[in-house]
């Protein structure tokens, strides 16, 4: 059975990217997500997992 363990402190995160410049009005922006698959998945303390504006499974 794989496993992921988001270990202590650790951030896991989805940030903008502010050198991109900006979108044009009106067009229509991707939603950002993080997807964690596994049998088993361990959250220690203090992990985070951060995606503003985000889906996230």
């Given at each position: 059975?794989?496993s992921?363990?988001?270990?202590?402190?650790?951030?896991t995160?989805?940030?903008?990217?502010?050198?991109?410049?900006?979108?044009?009005?009106?067009?229509?922006?991707?939603?950002?997500?993080?997807?964690?698959?596994?049998?088993?998945?361990?959250?220690?303390?203090?992990?985070?997992?951060?995606?503003?504006?985000?889906?996230?499974?």
């Open positions: 059975m794989a992921v363990t988001l270990s202590d402190g650790s951030l995160e989805v940030a903008l990217d502010a050198s991109a410049g900006t979108a044009v009005a009106g067009q229509s922006q991707p939603k950002s997500r993080i997807d964690i698959a596994a049998g088993q998945i361990r959250v220690k303390a203090g992990a985070a997992v951060v995606a503003h504006g985000a889906t996230s499974t």
